[in-house]
Structure formats: C-alpha cells, structure tokens
C-alpha cells in the first residue's frame, strides 16, 4: 500500500508562504498592541492625578484651583500643609512618585514634536525648568514651563469657567482653563519613542476636540500625550489624545 507524503519542494514552499503573511501581519498585530497599550495607561495616568487632586482636596483642603504657590527646583519636599503648590498636593498624594525638576535629569530622554499640532513647544524650550514626575509605572508627567516668563511654574489657580471649553479664541488665549495649567504624559517615561500622538485623519487643533473628527490609527499613536488641568479632574488637551482616552480599555 502506498503512503502519501509532501515532497520537499512543497515544505519549502510553504513555510515560504507562511514566512510571507506572518512578515505582513506581525508588525500590524505588534502595533496595535502597543497602541492599546499606550492608551489604557494614558487613562490610567489622567485617573491617578484626578484621583490625587480629589484626595488633596478631601485631606488638606485644595485641589488643582486652590493652589496659590510654585513649583521649583527644590519642591522635591513641599509639603501640602505648609504651602498650596502643584507639587505639594502631588507630593502629599502621589505613592512611589519621585519629582525631578528639568530635563536634563534624564540625558537620553527627548521628546519628537508632531509635524501636525505643535503642543510641545513650550516643553522642549524650557526644558530644563520644568516640574516633572515620574510614576511608580515609570510614566513621565511634565508640567508647562511657561508661566509669566518665571523659573518658577504653575502658580495660579487652575480653574475651568462655567462653560468654559478647551478651545483658543482668535487673540491665541485659552477659553475657560488657568493658563499654563497644562502637561504632558509619557506613557511609556524615557523609553522611546517619546512621541507625541496624532491624527491620522481630521485635525488635531483644541477647537475640534468635541466634533470628534480626528481618528487616530495604531502606526501615529505616540507615547505622549497633551493634558490640561483644571479644579479637580484632568483632561486631554488635543484632539488627539482625546479619541485615545475615548478608544482607551
């Protein structure tokens, strides 16, 4: 009785044919993991400082609008019932946080501006003044080193007006949120690619946040996202970042 069998010619064959597809499909499967994951822990992130602004608030008092002091080079150890600081309210609600004041604290660490919304001017030009966290996950969480021109950065109130919206008018100033009361998060901390995410359709301006035009698809979602901070609670502050905190599991 006969046996039948694959030649060789036709393994070849095959295991060509499967090197091809996994080659094809592999690196698309790969990011959109990656994408899935940087926008959970994006969300996760903005919920532990909203959690940590609610906690302050319970605790000592104050939360994002109360503040009435700076942070600075040495807020490694505000404390929140000696001074009402970004710092001291992170400080007294943060677990495992450790607080480095400029970027040259991470030589390697840069950050890729988007060729699309350029929201992170701010950052890379006053790089070495900013007030910077990072996470017990390894999240980076810079705050805005702009602030009247002051080494020292956010001072005033964070506070969001009745109706207010994340949106600019045409004279460039922000429409219901404390100015310089902004931030970026680096979900994935010094580790790359330490890029900001972006629309792969639709625009990417704060305006057109809430016409939910802007789709943004695993190859252009970055590992930093715009955030603004306002009262109690935390938001995205681009378009972008706003369908991965809404597409976020």
Same mark, same amino acid.
């Given at each position: 009785?006969?046996?039948?069998?694959?030649?060789?010619?036709?393994?070849?064959?095959?295991?060509?044919?499967?090197?091809?597809?996994?080659?094809?499909?592999?690196?698309?499967?790969?990011?959109?993991?990656?994408?899935?994951?940087?926008?959970?822990?994006?969300?996760?992130?903005?919920?532990?400082?909203?959690?940590?602004?609610?906690?302050?608030? =319970?605790?000592?008092?104050?939360?994002?609008?109360?503040?009435?002091?700076?942070?600075?080079?040495?807020?490694?150890?505000?404390?929140?019932?000696?001074?009402?600081?970004?710092?001291?309210?992170?400080?007294?609600?943060?677990?495992?946080?450790?607080?480095?004041?400029?970027?040259?604290?991470?030589?390697?660490?840069?950050?890729?501006?988007?060729?699309?919304?350029?929201?992170?001017?701010?950052?890379?030009?006053?790089?070495?003044?900013?007030?910077?966290?990072?996470?017990?996950?390894?999240?980076?969480?810079?705050?805005?080193?702009?602030?009247?021109?002051?080494?020292?950065?956010?001072?005033?109130?964070?506070?969001?007006?009745?109706?207010?919206?994340?949106?600019?008018?045409?004279?460039?100033?922000?429409?219901?949120?404390?100015?310089?009361?902004?931030?970026?998060?680096?979900?994935?901390?010094?580790?790359?690619?330490?890029?900001?995410?972006?629309?792969?359709?639709?625009?990417?301006?704060?305006?057109?946040?809430?016409?939910?035009?802007?789709?943004?698809?695993?190859?252009?979602?970055?590992?930093?996202?715009?955030?603004?901070?306002?009262?109690?609670?935390?938001?995205?502050?681009?378009?972008?970042? =706003?369908? =991965?905190?809404?597409?976020?599991?």
């Amino acid at each position: 009785m006969l046996k039948s069998a694959f030649t060789l010619a036709e393994v070849l064959i095959t295991l060509g044919i499967i090197g091809v597809v996994a080659a094809m499909t592999i690196p698309t499967l790969m990011a959109n993991v990656k994408a899935h994951q940087y926008s959970a822990k994006f969300k996760k992130t903005i919920s532990t400082q909203s959690n940590a602004a609610k906690m302050s608030q =319970a605790q000592y008092g104050f939360d994002f609008s109360g503040l009435t002091d700076r942070c600075n080079a040495n807020s490694a150890t505000d404390n929140p019932e000696d001074k009402q600081s970004l710092c001291s309210l992170l400080n007294g609600t943060l677990t495992g946080a450790t607080y480095y004041y400029g970027l040259n604290n991470f030589s390697n660490y840069s950050i890729v501006e988007s060729d699309e919304f350029n929201s992170v001017f701010s950052f890379i030009n006053n790089k070495n003044k900013l007030p910077i966290y990072q996470l017990s996950d390894g999240s980076l969480i810079l705050f805005s080193g702009l602030l009247g021109g002051s080494d020292d950065v956010i001072g005033a109130p964070c506070t969001r007006a009745i109706g207010g919206n994340p949106g600019i008018n045409a004279d460039g100033e922000y429409k219901g949120y404390g100015t310089g009361c902004y931030a970026l998060i680096d979900v994935n901390g010094v580790s790359k690619p330490n890029k900001e995410v972006k629309c792969t359709r639709g625009t990417n301006e704060r305006s057109t946040m809430e016409a939910g035009d802007c789709i943004v698809e695993p190859k252009d979602m970055g590992d930093i996202f715009p955030i603004v901070i306002y009262d109690g609670s935390v938001s995205p502050y681009s378009a972008a970042a =706003a369908y =991965a905190f809404s597409h976020s599991k």
